[in-house]
């Protein structure tokens, strides 16, 4: 169980990525309904297709992917976003890297604020919106609201 603010977890593995928006949480976002969970590997991933579209937008269903990537290093993530993509802080000050493609936006944090050796992982909020100028706005707030969640 993930306790909000004060996560005690030693491993990637302890982080489903079902759970780190609440439901009141996504609601503020628009009305998804429940996730689709995978496992594939070395990552775990939900899903979440948004029920409604504004009128006129509705070339692409709005669409939220959050991944957690366990044997995964920050840094080389990093080391990639230098050559296309855009680092910056959430609120609470864990670092991201955001890369943006036509049709989605991809930020991607450290699952703990200060990884060691033994603990590897990252979690990625990709968000895919009828508008493509609201992905990286609507993933950075995401992100907001994750980071804290984590180590």
């Known amino acids: 169980m993930l306790v909000t603010g004060c996560s005690l977890f030693d491993s990637s593995r302890d982080v489903d990525p079902c759970e780190l928006l609440s439901p009141s949480e996504l609601s503020s976002f628009g009305d998804y309904g429940e996730p689709k969970r995978k496992s594939e590997g070395n990552r775990t991933k939900c899903t979440w297709y948004n029920s ?65 050796t033994k603990q590897t992982g990252v979690v990625d909020v990709t968000v895919t919106m009828p508008d493509p100028e609201d992905n990286c706005p609507t993933a950075r707030r995401m992100a907001d609201l994750i980071a804290p969640k984590l180590h």
């Open 52 to 116: 409604t579209t504004e009128p006129l937008k509705t070339t692409v269903k709005p669409q939220l992917n959050i991944q957690v990537a366990h044997k995964v290093r920050f840094s080389a993530v990093l080391s990639r976003a230098e050559e296309d993509g855009r680092q910056g802080r959430t609120a609470a000050g864990r670092p991201f890297t955001e890369r943006e493609l036509d049709n989605s936006c991809t930020v991607t944090m450290p699952v703990f604020k200060e990884p060691s």
